[in-house]
């Protein structure tokens, strides 16, 4: 069942519920139901959920939306979520007494029960929320990285990294004299496991890679790598920015020690993303900032810091974007993640047909059995600060230049690319109209 | 807020019945509820037996806070240690018989974590122990 579409907002009941359960009520009327079953996967019925997606660029010219892989765009229930919280509940939390107090604690701490179903974590205290994942990363590379990386150590990541899990790891190495050794990429966008027995003989301390690239859509088999890390005594740190909006991502299945992702690339707002971690890691890092709601006990000199997740959460949270998360989770809970997948599959196999039959298009990365629904190209020799430009004026909104993944363009000697990607809102007429906004910048260019 | 404030509580929060101190004692532990700085010492006597014969609480804070330690000290005379760690925070609520929303649920737990951490020997009265 679908909750999604407009409905009065209920109030806030707190004070009900049987006795025999749960004191706390944490639940959000509002909100939908997990439990129900999955929402049948209709994609024009999706983009009725997607307010902006009714928008033209300019008059006659309605929006192509192909950069979700920046960020995806948000449902009306995470837009309504949020500004019902706005509207009727807004308050500073965990501290108050009062009525606004216990609802907004009460929503912010339902949306990090609801991230940590939708993620398969054992407990909700294993989900500290940040900004957003390249927040998780630096709090992972300044807390634990900090108390137990040594000079010598080495630290294994990919060439296929944005920079989120590329820049955190090199400060800290020019500050702790780390050895960063990478697990190479491919001509055909694959990471080369044959290297990774040699790179793990170094006795790696952490092993942080990508689960599916930003660029190439490339979607590595994180279980296995985790595995062999592990095996070597490695921890392990898997960046889900681009996965877990797009397939079924569980931190247990996979025995990850580290997870990172952003709200606003799975229907969430901006300013909200997440850290899970195992708990006993959680527990043995120093905080990261410090300040309000991150402590038990202040003395002038002195701190203790709060349990877990707080003690990683100082000062006062993104509460609302928090909500808006949770809702965010609430909508993908609707659908089968895997339908999600499919959809997207689907896409990608349609668009690189497509592509295939413009000359000039090479696109970056593997086939379409081993991608998510991102792709890079190039077209000729023109630049995709031009291809993005030329788009546009069809409505058609594309990434154009490095997707913060410079040493990857360095390896497959590219100095930019055009990238569209997709999500469970994008059509194949949609990617007619890419593929027709392409052979216009062709003849623009007259190549 | 008849039901927040029913009698028992306001009574045991002005007279408490095992307020005090137990020196020497076979278990005492401290802690403190970083939400809003309440306090709670208990210490415990047991007898021949392993179970509680003498409880004692200390400490500062809101009436839900101190009157539920007072009650809940109230609860485990006479009982096993093994039957301290088994309590949960649903046996704490129906021993209160009121209804609390998150943060005044912290102040009624403070005294069950700071017991079950005693007993358990930890060195921190963690919310997982009332969970």
């Known amino acids: ?447 | 807020m008849d039901d927040l404030y029913r009698e028992i509580i306001i009574d045991r929060y002005k007279n408490p019945l095992y307020r005090g101190a137990l020196d020497p004692h076979d278990i005492s532990f401290e802690d403190d509820n970083p939400l809003c700085g309440d306090h709670i010492r208990i210490d415990l006597r047991l007898d021949g037996n392993g179970k509680v014969s003498e409880a004692a609480f200390d400490g500062h804070g809101c009436a839900i806070s101190q009157a539920t330690a007072d009650l809940l000290l109230e609860s485990i005379q006479g009982k096993s240690l093994d039957e301290i760690k088994a309590m949960t925070r649903d046996d704490l609520l129906e021993m209160l018989g009121i209804e609390l929303g998150p943060v005044r649920l912290k102040c009624a737990l403070l005294s069950l974590k700071v017991l079950k951490a005693g007993v358990y020997g930890l060195g921190e009265a963690s919310d997982e122990l009332v969970e």
């Open chain 1, 1 to 447: 069942m679908y909750y999604g579409v407009q409905k009065p907002p209920k109030p806030f009941v707190l004070h009900s519920g049987s006795r025999a359960q749960n004191r706390v009520l944490l639940n959000n009327p509002t909100q939908m139901n997990s439990q129900s079953s999955p929402r049948s996967f209709n994609v024009d019925r999706i983009r009725e959920d997607f307010p902006i997606l009714k928008r033209e660029v300019r008059p006659g010219v309605p929006l192509v939306y192909l950069d979700s892989a920046a960020t995806s765009q948000k449902p009306l229930h995470v837009i309504e979520e949020m500004d019902r919280y706005y509207r009727n509940t807004n308050a500073n939390i965990h501290r108050g007494i009062h009525t606004l107090a216990e609802e907004a604690t009460a929503d912010y701490e339902k949306a990090r029960e609801s991230v940590a179903r939708f993620i398969g974590a054992k407990s909700p205290r294993q989900v500290i929320f940040t900004r957003n994942a390249t927040e998780s990363i630096n709090l992972v590379s300044n807390t634990w990285g900090r108390k137990n990386l040594n000079s010598g150590d080495v630290v294994i990541l990919t060439e296929m990294e944005h920079h989120a899990n590329l820049v955190p790891w090199q400060m800290l190495a020019a500050e702790k004299n780390l050895k960063l050794e990478f697990i190479p990429v491919t001509e055909d966008g694959f990471l080369d496991l044959s290297a990774l027995p040699a790179l793990l003989a170094l006795e790696p301390k952490l092993v942080a890679f990508t689960h599916m690239s930003n660029v190439l859509g490339t979607i590595n088999p994180a279980q296995e790598i985790i595995r062999q890390a592990k095996a070597a005594g490695a921890v392990t740190l898997l960046d889900g920015a681009q996965s877990v909006p797009h397939f079924s991502v569980n931190v247990q299945d996979l025995d990850v020690d580290f997870m990172v992702f952003s709200g606003h690339k799975m229907c969430g707002p901006t300013g909200i993303g997440v850290l899970y971690g195992r708990q006993d890691l959680l527990e043995k890092m120093p905080p990261f900032m410090g300040g309000g709601d991150m402590i038990k006990r202040v003395y002038l000199r002195t701190f203790t810091p709060n349990e877990l997740p707080h003690k990683f959460e100082a000062g006062t949270p993104a509460i609302a974007e928090a909500v808006g998360l949770g809702a965010a989770v609430a909508y993908l809970e609707n659908f089968d993640m895997e339908a999600i997948h499919a959809h997207e599959k689907k896409l990608v196999i349609y668009a690189l047909d497509q592509l295939a039959e413009i000359p000039g298009v090479k696109v970056i990365g593997p086939t379409a059995e081993h991608k998510g629904g991102v792709i890079a190209f190039t077209l000729d020799n023109i630049h995709p600060h031009d291809i993005s430009q030329i788009l546009d004026e069809d409505g058609v909104a594309i990434r154009a230049g490095h997707h913060c993944a410079m040493p990857l363009h360095d390896k497959l000697k590219l100095v930019s690319t055009a990238r569209a990607s997709f999500y469970m809102y994008t059509t194949e007429a949609e990617i007619d109209i890419l593929a027709r906004a392409i052979y216009k910048t062709k003849k623009i260019f007259s190549i």
